[in-house]
């Protein structure tokens, strides 16, 4: 156990919605990344927070947006889901940006 | 887009044994980590390496670094069925957002 923890745990939508996915962080650490792993892929990075701040994003369409707040948890949000959005994903935190991560169990979205 | 790439792709041994595995990877780095995932569950960190260390221990891993070959093994000595799983080489190339590029990972399968 990390103690990075992950809501939901499952969720379906349908193509067009909207959804947000919770981290809350390991106690002490103010950093967190969020990755996408599709199924049988290595997880990909969607973007970084580091005290509140985007800390650096990766090759994903505006429409993935996110948010840390004051107590370093944060979340993500995709509009207009797509088919492939549907995909695990996961959210690490660490205390800085040079140190290793620690990720959380996942949330496994499906988009129909 | 993946930097590491291991190999092999799938490796099934028998409990006692040990297993090797390979990551290469095509930038300079700061950092390598090792990973494992347990059935498309969350990534379990299980040793980082520094670009100016050549090996490193953690129990029944160890871990080598070759950044001349731009390449990294894993070596679990004495392997249990408890070590079936997806593992996963990241690295971690610096410049500010210190995002992490995984692998496609290798699959560990430990008969007993």
């Known amino acids: 156990e990390t103690g990075v923890t992950q809501s939901p745990t499952h969720l379906i939508k349908t193509r067009g919605q909207q959804v947000t996915l919770r981290c809350s962080s390991q106690s002490g650490h103010n950093t967190v990344s969020w990755y996408q792993q599709a199924l049988g892929q290595g997880p990909q990075f969607i973007f970084q927070?580091?005290?509140?701040?985007?800390?650096g994003r990766g090759n994903f369409p505006p429409r993935f947006s996110g948010l840390q707040f004051p107590n370093y948890s944060s979340e993500l949000n995709v509009n207009a889901l797509e088919l492939d959005d549907s995909a695990l994903y996961l959210c690490?935190?660490?205390?800085?940006?040079?140190?290793?991560?620690?990720f959380g169990p996942g949330t496994r979205l499906t988009v129909l | 887009s993946q930097q590491g790439e291991e190999d092999p792709q799938a490796l099934s041994i028998q409990e006692g044994e040990n297993a090797t595995m390979n990551c290469s990877y095509k930038t300079s780095i700061n950092n390598l980590q090792w990973y494992r995932q347990n059935s498309g569950r969350g990534l379990v960190h299980l040793i980082l390496?520094?670009?100016?260390?050549r090996e490193k221990h953690s129990g029944r891993l160890r871990v080598t670094l070759d950044t001349s070959k731009k390449s990294s093994s894993l070596l679990i000595t004495a392997s249990r069925a408890a070590d079936t799983a997806s593992y996963f080489c990241a690295t971690d190339s610096g410049g500010g957002s210190e995002k992490l590029v995984f692998g496609k990972g290798m699959k560990l399968t430990v008969n007993p």
């Open positions: 927070y580091y005290r509140e701040e985007e800390n």
């Open positions: 690490a935190s660490s205390w800085g940006v040079y140190n290793e991560q620690f």
């Open positions: 390496i520094r670009s100016n260390e």
